[in-house]
T-cell receptor
Framework: GNSVTQMEGPVTLSEEAFLTINCTYT??????LFWYVQYPGEGLQLLLK?????DKGSNKGFEATYRKETTSFHLEKGSVQVSDSAVYFC??????????????FGKGTLLTVNP | GAVVSQHPSRVICKSGTSVKIECRSL??????MFWYRQFPKQSLMLMAT?????????EQGVEKDKFLINHASLTLSTLTVTSAHPEDSSFYIC?????????FGPGTRLLVL
């Protein structure tokens, strides 16, 4: 079955530091890959996505590249801000183009950015 | 982007009562919606898939008589926690797909006393 393994946190950084959160996956077929962000007390918000190999998703300074050869989708940001403090979830969906939209989530990584 | 709402955002109830949580897709239609449960500092656990016009599909280990799901229209799914007990206290989140992307509601915090 599908699975997602992401870097365990918590991760604590100073403002303007470089961020990497690792994510690897196991899946059959050609899944789409996502990063979601959850701010305290809120639901999940889509941060970025990639639907095929070598695609790069980007949003708000965050980037992740769909690497089929290493089955990875690592999240990066060059300079984090205090407002980036949240829990980040890596996820994959079922077979691309199919009717199965179920998401498989990683366990989440708590990021705290200090001023 | 697409918007999914949930109501209520927070509810406190007595043990033994039932609680209904609504999930609405505000600017798109969804024949399928998903219900998740999230425990503190943990990931989301998929509970069930809500299907418009047919029965919900429950994940293994989730009691269908305990968590009643009704997909009343193309923009509304409801989750009813029946005879709630303190162990049902949790954060419940719904999502609806638009294309290949899931859009999540803001969540409902349920506290059963």
């Amino acid at each position: 079955g599908n699975s997602v393994t992401q870097m365990e946190g918590p991760v604590t950084l100073s403002e303007e530091a470089f961020l990497t959160i690792n994510c690897t996956y196991t899946a059959t077929g050609y899944p789409s890959l996502f990063w979601y962000v959850q701010y305290p007390g809120e639901g999940l918000q889509l941060l970025l996505k990639a639907t095929k190999a070598d695609d790069k998703g980007s949003n708000k300074g965050f980037e992740a590249t769909y690497r089929k050869e290493t089955t990875s989708f690592h999240l990066e940001k060059g300079s984090v801000q205090v407002s980036d403090s949240a829990v980040y979830f890596c996820a994959l969906s079922g077979n691309s183009g199919g009717s199965n939209y179920k998401l498989t989530f990683g366990k989440g990584t708590l990021l705290t950015v200090n001023p | 982007g697409a918007v999914v709402s949930q109501h209520p955002s927070r509810v406190i109830c007595k043990s033994g009562t039932s609680v209904k949580i609504e999930c609405r897709s505000l600017d798109f239609q969804a024949t399928t919606m998903f219900w998740y449960r999230q425990f503190p500092k943990q990931s989301l656990m998929l509970m069930a898939t809500s299907n418009e016009g047919s029965k919900a599909t429950y994940e293994q280990g989730v009691e269908k008589d305990k968590f009643l799901i009704n997909h009343a229209s193309l923009t509304l799914s409801t989750l009813t926690v029946t005879s709630a007990h303190p162990e049902d206290s949790s954060f419940y989140i719904c999502s609806a797909p638009l294309g290949e992307t899931q859009y999540f509601g803001p969540g409902t915090r349920l506290l059963v006393l």
